[in-house]
C-alpha cells in the first residue's frame, strides 16, 4: 500500500535481459507491455505485471505486483484563524473525515500515531506557541501536518460596533467594544480610510472620535501595539451644495 505517489523499480539478476512491464491488467510477453528502463511512478492503485526475456533463453515466469493506494485522512483545521489571541481565546481542532483521530503538539515536534496528544476538547494557550496537527484512521494514509503560530495577549481590541456608519465632517463616530485599554496610549489608535483619526474620548469599550474635513471613506478599525483590530466600514458624506442658504421655520433645505 501507499499514499503519496509510489516510485516503482523493477530488476532482473539475468545479465543483458529485457524487462517488460504491464499496468492495464494484461499479461506481458515479448508482443506486449512496456520496456523497462527507468523507475516509474504510480499515482493510483494499479497491479503491475512483469518478464523478463533474452534470446536463448526461455522467458522468465510472470510477476504480479498488486499496489494499492489509500485514500487519504483530510486535512485538519485549526479554528481561530486569526494569529492574534488572548488567553481566554479556545482552541478548535476537526477534521471531515468521521471516525479519524486528531493528534497534535505545542513543542515543536512534528505530531504522528507515536507523538503528540490526542485531541478531545477545546483548549486555550497561556503563551504564544505553534500548534501542529494531523489526523489518523486506520486503514487511510494520515493527513497532511497543518501547522499554525499564535501570539498570546493579555487582551486583543475587538470592535463590536460603530454608530452611525456614515456621515459628514464633525460627524462624531462612537466605536464599542472590548479590550481598547483605558486610555490611548502611544503606540494606540483608530485608523479610518488609512489615516489616524480625530480621537474624541477613549475607554477599554468605548471610543468617539470626531469625522475631520481630511478623512475619506474606509475602513475604521484600532491599531493598539502593533496589532489589528477587526474592521467596520465608515462612508463620509459629501454635500456638494445646499439650497437655501437661508430661510425661517419650516423652510424645507435640499443638500
Do not use: H, R
Request: overall charge neutral; some cysteine; glycine content about 6%.
Amino acid at each position: 500500500t501507499f499514499s503519496n505517489n509510489q516510485e516503482i523499480s523493477i530488476t532482473c539478476s539475468t545479465a543483458g535481459s529485457t524487462i517488460k512491464y504491464t499496468i492495464d491488467g494484461t499479461t506481458p510477453s515479448i508482443n506486449n507491455g512496456l520496456t523497462y528502463s527507468t523507475p516509474f511512478v504510480l499515482n493510483s492503485s494499479t497491479t503491475v505485471k512483469t518478464i523478463a526475456l533474452k534470446t536463448g533463453m526461455a522467458d522468465s515466469d510472470v510477476f504480479s505486483a498488486v499496489f494499492t493506494k489509500l485514500d487519504k485522512v483530510a486535512t485538519p483545521s485549526i479554528i481561530p484563524i486569526s494569529e492574534y489571541i488572548s488567553k481566554t481565546q479556545q482552541i478548535s481542532i476537526s477534521t471531515s473525515t468521521a471516525g479519524s483521530i486528531i493528534k497534535y503538539t505545542t513543542d515543536g515536534t512534528s505530531p504522528s500515531s507515536s507523538n503528540g496528544n490526542i485531541y478531545l476538547n477545546p483548549f486555550t494557550l497561556s503563551s504564544s506557541t505553534t500548534i501542529k496537527t494531523i489526523a489518523l484512521k486506520e486503514g487511510m494514509a494520515d493527513s497532511d501536518i497543518i501547522s499554525t503560530s499564535f501570539k498570546v495577549l493579555d487582551s486583543i481590541p475587538v470592535i463590536k460596533s460603530i454608530s452611525p456608519s456614515k456621515g459628514i465632517t464633525n460627524t462624531d463616530v462612537t466605536i464599542s467594544g472590548e479590550g481598547f485599554g483605558s486610555s490611548q496610549s502611544q503606540t494606540s489608535n483608530v485608523i479610518i480610510g488609512g489615516k489616524n483619526a480625530n480621537i474624541i474620548s477613549w475607554s477599554n469599550d468605548k471610543i468617539i472620535i470626531k469625522i475631520s474635513s481630511t478623512d475619506i471613506s474606509g475602513d475604521i478599525y484600532l491599531s493598539t501595539n502593533g496589532y489589528n483590530s477587526n474592521k467596520f466600514s465608515f462612508e463620509i458624506i459629501s454635500i456638494n451644495s445646499l439650497s437655501p442658504k437661508f430661510g425661517t421655520t419650516n423652510s424645507t433645505i435640499t443638500l
